[in-house]
């Protein structure tokens, strides 16, 4: 079955500290990666995406991922974190050619701590 | 920007009662998508139209959810009767096309629906 898996439904870090959130996904097929970011009662914002070619993706923020096939991850990561950046963050799959929904993970909520 | 809108943003409704969401999406995007985010958990696909047409309504739970897109462009989803655990966030999402390629999805700022 596809499925995305996010790893820790919480992180905390110091302002300034990397960020560094997991994703890995279950697909049979090539899929399309993202992530998105959520903050309170407001809907989904697109961070970034893969869906070919370089598999180092730059997204907003100063946030960026990589795909990697062999580890079926697609982590988060942003080299010092922004008081901002404290949000919801999903990653979602989508399977290419199976239509457009979006499989989302169960999300990680992020902290930064002054 | 162009953006979806939904309305209402937040509402609260007794269980048993009816209550109806409406998204416009962003003009020009054939499909729209609405998915419901339980407190805690990632939004989950309901229904997706392809202009006025369900192309995927398989997690939708049609003894008590309806959805439509009669002129392909806005849509509105109603529960009768809501239920205490139909409180969640119904977001709607909209993209130039679902089936082939890869087209971005905008997500409105959802509805937060509360049950009591």
């Known amino acids: 079955a596809q499925s995305v898996t996010q790893l820790g439904s919480h992180v905390s870090v110091s302002e300034g500290a990397l960020v560094l959130l997991r994703c890995n996904y279950s697909s049979s097929v090539p899929p399309y990666l993202f992530w998105y970011v959520q903050y309170p009662n407001q809907g989904l914002q697109l961070l970034l995406k893969y869906t070919t070619g370089a598999t180092l993706v730059k997204g907003i923020n100063g946030f960026e991922a990589e795909f990697k096939k062999s580890e079926t991850s697609f982590h988060l990561t942003k080299p010092s974190a922004h008081m901002s950046d404290a949000a919801e963050y999903f990653c979602a799959f989508r399977a290419y050619n199976q239509g457009g929904k979006l499989i989302f993970g169960q999300g990680t909520e992020l902290s930064v701590k002054p | 920007e162009a953006e979806v809108a939904q309305s209402p943003r937040y509402k609260i409704t007794e269980k048993s009662q009816a209550v109806a969401f409406w998204c416009d999406p962003i003009?020009?995007?054939?499909?729209l998508y609405w998915y419901r985010q339980i407190l805690g958990q990632g939004p989950e696909l309901l229904v997706q139209f392809q202009d006025e047409s369900v192309v995927d309504d398989s997690q939708l739970p049609k003894d008590r959810f309806s959805a439509e897109r009669l002129k392909g462009v806005d849509s509105t989803l109603k529960i009768q009767p809501a239920e205490l655990g139909d409180s969640a966030m119904y977001l709607c999402?909209?993209?130039?096309?679902?089936?082939?390629?890869?087209?971005?999805?905008?997500f409105g700022p959802g509805t937060r629906l509360t049950v009591t």
């Open positions: 003009s020009g995007h054939a499909t």
């Open positions: 999402a909209s993209s130039r096309a679902g089936q082939g390629g890869y087209y971005e999805q905008y």
